[in-house]
């Protein structure tokens, strides 16, 4: 028995696990996205193993009770051959249950408080906000493929996958979704968290600092070097005051002690290839928008 071994296994077998059962909980009936991982063959406390042959993904509810003896490994070595969304022929669906009445939204290094729309690309919206009937904010996305077809959408925080991808990676704590579509060099990363004040000063100024790094390396690759140019390098400096003020936008909008913060990253090809970095959004032609705060626009980002 290896007893230092971690219980969670390696990224890749992670991934495999999660392919098998088409990134969906195999067990009839279920397909939650939201998994873990169990080992089964031999169990865990029999040897400490991450061989994914004696392993299986799974739902936290089925998990448990799986470690309770509910399925023989027969029976959950069918469900790796034969699981539900194979079965049913569908792809993952699911939902985040995080509803707040003023959401902070930080997208492509850009902070968004009350704007009904987050990006809207050539008429269509892209990523934007709906308030449910008690007045909670919840979160809509449409994404799509190169040739325009939906892949990812989401409406009032329910989402569902349309088309083939490569890797859709969602934790049981079910307060992220990663999606990676390869063939179509499109992915995409969403997170909800809860920060304190203090703590969402200290990303603000982290990122705002990070801002400045980004840009002025980006003028370092693509621009000509020449005495102008190395002087508007030089002028980009973070100050912490810039990030003072954007906290202070905060604070003034949010009253409560705590905020909940949804992260959203990715690279978006249509209608237009837009890359929402961690500290920046590169839109078309290389133009590049961030370490802005928009507080209650109609729409923050639109793009013609
Ligand atoms: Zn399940």
New binding site residues.
């Given amino acids: 028995m290896n007893s230092t071994i971690s219980r969670t296994p390696s990224v890749e077998t992670r991934k495999k696990l999660r392919k098998e059962v088409h990134f969906g909980?195999p067990?009839k009936g279920?397909?939650?996205p939201y998994l873990s991982w169990h080992h089964f063959d031999p169990p865990w406390n029999i040897d400490r193993h991450h061989n994914p042959n004696g392993m299986i993904a799974?739902?936290l509810?089925?998990h448990r009770e799986a470690d309770q003896g509910a399925f023989t490994v027969q029976q959950l070595r069918d469900m790796k051959k034969q699981p539900y969304l194979k079965e049913r022929g569908d792809f993952p669906k699911g939902r985040f249950n995080w509803r707040r009445e003023q959401l902070l939204l930080l997208a492509g290094g850009n902070w968004y408080i009350g704007s009904e729309v987050i990006l809207n690309v050539n008429g269509k919206n892209i990523i934007w906000l709906s308030k449910d009937k008690e007045g909670f904010e919840e979160l809509n996305l449409d994404i799509y493929d190169s040739n325009g077809d939906i892949l990812l959408s989401m409406r009032d925080n329910d989402w569902l996958i349309h088309a083939p991808f490569e890797d859709l990676e969602c934790p049981p704590s079910a307060n992220s979704l990663k999606l990676r579509v390869i063939s179509h060099d499109m992915w995409i990363i969403l997170r909800f968290s809860q920060l304190s004040k203090s703590e969402l000063y200290d990303e603000v100024k982290r990122l705002s600092s990070r801002v400045y790094q980004d840009i002025r390396e980006y003028i370092r690759r693509t621009w000509p070097q020449n005495n102008l140019t190395e002087r508007i390098q030089d002028s980009m400096e973070f100050k912490e005051e810039q990030a003072r003020k954007i906290f202070e936008s905060v604070n003034e909008k949010i009253e409560d002690e705590t905020i909940t913060l949804c992260t959203i990253e990715g690279h978006l090809i249509w209608p237009l290839n837009i890359s929402l970095d961690k500290a920046k959004t590169i839109l078309p032609r290389q133009n590049i928008l961030a370490g802005n705060f928009m507080v209650s626009c109609g729409v923050g980002v639109r793009i013609t």
Avoid: P, Y
Wanted: glycine content about 12%; aromatic content about 0%.
């Fill in positions: 909980c067990v279920c397909g939650s799974l739902c509810q089925h």
